[in-house]
């Protein structure tokens, strides 16, 4: 496995954002890295940009929008094409104001058998989540806005816990993947547990979806398939 870290930004138009979001991981990025774009837009505003702008940068564009979770796994296998272990995947308007790769990649080199990392940033916006001085999370799951995974553990065990379910479209996807790596026996952590510096921004949460015409139908239909794979797979809380 490649010692790079892989970063994927996953976008739906608004070419600008994704120009803020480059800039910011080639200002602040120490690490050796791999940079990929994956395109959702129906329109060719973020490939032309990419074009003139990113031309080092693997750009992945889909013939049409295929939502949170099929998104992530062409990413993922992006990356495991290149040989890279541990992969970023983050929204089009998140920026870096540090080095935040390095300090996710140091949770895993911490804490081996960690599957996610997100950052605190993320967790505010899913209520009374709590975490330990390790980070790891409680209950064990997070927004992925801007986290890094770990391929060995999406690898690992049985077949329906690998990568990001497909039935998925753009909710619940993030909770689920994170769940999946807790039954595994991974951990779910933060990379700021303490008073460490926010090394992230979120411009816009939920920008993209905010924009998708029929999101509350889909939220309802997340729902139930979260609940039946809860029930299938054993997540924490939800199995009964």
Same mark, same amino acid.
């Given at each position: 496995?490649?010692?790079?870290?892989?970063?994927?930004?996953?976008?739906?138009?608004?070419?600008?954002?994704?120009?803020?979001?480059? &800039?910011?991981?080639?200002?602040?990025?120490?690490?050796?890295?791999?940079?990929?774009?994956?395109?959702?837009?129906?329109?060719?505003?973020?490939?032309?940009?990419?074009?003139?702008?990113?031309?080092?940068?693997?750009?992945?564009?889909?013939?049409?929008?295929?939502?949170?979770?099929?998104?992530?796994?062409?990413?993922? &296998?992006?990356?495991?094409?290149?040989?890279?272990?541990?992969?970023?995947?983050?929204?089009?308007?998140?920026?870096?104001? #540090?080095?935040?790769?390095?300090?996710?990649?140091?949770?895993?080199?911490?804490?081996?058998?960690?599957?996610?990392?997100?950052?605190?940033?993320?967790?505010?916006?899913?209520?009374?989540?709590?975490?330990?001085?390790?980070?790891?999370?409680?209950?064990?799951?997070?927004?992925?806005?801007?986290?890094?995974?770990?391929?060995?553990?999406?690898?690992?065990?049985?077949?329906?816990?690998?990568?990001?379910?497909?039935?998925?479209?753009?909710?619940?996807?993030?909770?689920?993947?994170?769940?999946?790596?807790?039954?595994?026996?991974? #951990?779910?952590?933060?990379?700021?547990?303490?008073?460490?510096?926010?090394?992230?921004?979120?411009?816009?949460?939920?920008?993209?979806?905010?924009?998708?015409?029929?999101?509350?139908?889909?939220?309802?239909?997340?729902?139930?398939?979260?609940?039946?794979? &809860?029930?299938?797979?054993?997540?924490?809380?939800?199995?009964?």
């Amino acid at each position: 496995m490649s010692e790079r870290i892989g970063i994927g930004v996953l976008c739906y138009g608004q070419a600008d954002e994704v120009a803020r979001n480059v &800039a910011s991981v080639r200002d602040h990025c120490r690490r050796d890295y791999a940079l990929a774009i994956f395109d959702n837009t129906e329109s060719d505003e973020v490939g032309e940009w990419a074009r003139h702008h990113a031309a080092d940068v693997a750009y992945v564009r889909s013939p049409y929008n295929v939502g949170c979770a099929r998104s992530r796994n062409r990413l993922a &296998a992006t990356f495991a094409a290149m040989g890279i272990r541990y992969f970023i995947v983050q929204d089009q308007d998140v920026r870096w104001a #540090g080095d935040a790769g390095a300090a996710m990649r140091a949770v895993f080199a911490r804490h081996p058998k960690t599957g996610v990392v997100s950052w605190r940033l993320a967790i505010k916006q899913m209520g009374n989540h709590k975490w330990d001085k390790t980070g790891q999370l409680s209950p064990p799951e997070s927004p992925g806005m801007c986290c890094m995974y770990d391929m060995e553990e999406l690898r690992a065990g049985a077949v329906p816990l690998q990568g990001w379910c497909p039935e998925y479209f753009a909710f619940r996807f993030d909770s689920d993947r994170c769940f999946c790596a807790h039954v595994k026996g991974y #951990g779910v952590r933060i990379a700021d547990p303490g008073s460490e510096p926010n090394l992230v921004r979120h411009d816009h949460p939920h920008s993209a979806v905010k924009r998708y015409p029929w999101m509350k139908h889909e939220q309802a239909r997340s729902r139930a398939i979260f609940a039946r794979r &809860a029930k299938e797979l054993g997540f924490p809380g939800f199995a009964n």
